[in-house]
């Protein structure tokens, strides 16, 4: 079975701009969680999407949003990046709540100059 | 306010010196603890699962205990490949659905 698939690996963009992180949860699992990692700290929670329906929110301002498909794959938006949004963005999945289950994606590196 | 800290920040231990990762915790309602491992540039990698105090849990040269306050993962004799960033992280939430996590403590093992 394929793990927790996110792209793009790597990305670039500028300070003002938009941008969309995918995430194809593993096969069966119908929890998608995000979490973004600055250099030097643990993750921290931003949404988990359960069936389809957000079940959580961490202390993020609203320019980030996100969405489950009917597959249970998601994507994390972002607009108006900031300089400070630079970070590893992983994804986790997991296959029921409570996540005590949770596998964890490779990530997106997101740098915004 | 649900908060995990882990100390050391940073371990540097000789091929076969024994140690251990301390990692504390304060939250509202504990559903689980997790440790992961995460190298650099990649995800964390799931390591143990722990649900109660005095629960302990081995994998190779690792062993995780947990008390009501804090639990340690012990690495006995370990190699050059354990080297990585160990997280804690404590599961919480009305869904059991939010992992609180630690900084990490950065292992380097040296040979």
């Known amino acids: 079975d394929a793990g927790v698939t996110q792209s793009p690996t790597h990305l670039i963009k500028t300070r003002g701009q938009h941008v969309t992180l995918r995430c194809s949860p593993i096969?069966?699992?119908?929890?998608v969680s995000w979490y973004q990692q600055v250099l030097g700290q643990g993750p921290q929670f931003i949404f988990q999407?359960?069936?389809?329906?957000?079940?959580g929110r961490g202390n993020f301002p609203d320019r980030f949003s996100a969405r489950q498909f009917p597959n249970y794959s998601s994507e994390l938006n972002v607009n108006a990046l900031l300089l400070g949004d630079s970070a590893l963005y992983l994804c986790?999945?997991?296959?029921?709540?409570?996540?005590?289950?949770?596998?964890f994606g490779s990530g997106t590196r997101l740098t915004v100059v | 306010e649900d908060q995990v800290t882990q100390s050391p920040e940073a371990l540097r231990l000789q091929e076969g010196e024994s140690s251990s990762l301390n990692c504390s915790y304060t939250?509202?309602?504990?559903?689980?603890l997790f440790w992961y491992r995460q190298d650099p540039g990649k995800g964390p990698e799931f390591l143990f699962t722990?649900?109660?105090a005095g629960e302990e849990k081995e994998k190779e040269r690792l062993k995780a205990t947990l008390t009501k306050k804090e639990s340690f993962l012990h690495i006995t004799a370990p190699k050059p490949e354990d080297s990585a960033t160990y997280l804690c992280?404590?599961?919480?939430?009305?869904?059991?659905?939010?992992?609180?996590f630690g900084a990490g403590t950065i292992l380097r093992v040296k040979s």
């Open positions: 939250v509202s309602g504990l559903r689980g």
């Open positions: 096969s069966g699992h119908k929890s």
């Open positions: 999407y359960y069936e389809k329906e957000e079940r």
């Open positions: 992280a404590v599961l919480v939430g009305e869904y059991g659905n939010k992992l609180v």
């Open positions: 722990l649900y109660s």
């Open positions: 986790a999945s997991s296959r029921q709540l409570p996540n005590y289950g949770y596998t």
